[in-house]
């Protein structure tokens, strides 16, 4: 089975501007993550899909946005960039059932590098 | 909130026992996880228990639980240098929120 698949592998982009990541989750999986990775916050979770609906959120401002399409696939936005938003975002999903609130391990992609400058 | 802490930073010789240890908050946590990061690339699921075991055991990992403690733990044998990375420990609190520590970087010195 191909892993999660992340895109592009960098990108570099300057303040003010939009930028949309995108990711391929396992086949199979339903669920797909979303996390921020910064030397000085570490690793944090911006959200979370499941058959299209965001089921979780984390305390990111609004500028932060996801979506996820019917075929599990996911992309996400970030909208007037600032230079703190430089950081390794990452991806990751799951065969988590919508039934059942216990999780399944996360399995990540290699992440999208995002330089703001 | 969750809060997950590991120490920073662990050296170890080769082909000794490695030892990382993790405390987390979530006392409704069902599933605990260690993941492996090396320079460039995601993160690698190493292995995961359920809060209702004590130990794991998975090849050369060793993962014990003392939920009464809230203290996780990460035991690598005989510790290669293929094994330098940043370990992360992590809890979940339900629909894939999962809460990371800090990274542990295991340095292996041949």
């Known amino acids: 089975k191909a892993g999660v698949t992340q895109t592009p592998r960098y990108l570099i982009k300057t303040r003010g501007q939009q930028v949309t990541l995108s990711c391929s989750p396992i086949s199979g999986h339903r669920s797909v993550s979303w996390y921020q990775q910064t030397p000085g916050q570490g690793l944090q979770f911006l959200f979370e899909y499941f058959s299209e609906t965001q089921r979780n959120k984390g305390n990111f401002p609004g500028r932060f946005s996801g979506r996820q399409f019917s075929n599990s696939r996911s992309e996400m936005n970030v909208s007037t960039l600032e230079l703190g938003d430089s950081a390794l975002y990452l991806c990751?999903?799951?065969?988590?059932?919508?039934?059942?609130?216990?999780?399944?391990?996360?399995?990540f992609g290699n992440g999208t590098r995002l330089t703001v400058t | 909130g969750e809060d997950v802490e590991q120490s920073l930073f662990l050296s170890v010789r080769e082909g000794d026992s490695s030892v990382i240890n993790c405390t987390y908050t979530d006392s409704s946590s069902t599933y605990l996880y260690w993941y492996k990061q090396e320079p460039g690339a995601g993160l690698q699921l190493l292995t995961y228990i359920f809060s209702n075991m004590d130990m794991k055991q998975d090849q050369r990992l060793t993962v014990l639980l003392n939920k009464k403690d809230k203290h996780l733990s990460l035991r690598i044998a005989d510790t290669q240098t293929g094994d330098s990375a940043i370990y992360f420990c992590?809890?979940?609190?339900?629909?894939?929120?999962?809460?990371f520590g800090t990274g542990t970087k295991l340095q292996v010195i041949p």
């Open positions: 990751a999903s799951s065969g988590q059932e919508s039934s059942n609130r216990n999780n399944s391990p996360l399995h």
């Open positions: 992590a809890e979940t609190g339900g629909y894939q929120k999962v809460t």
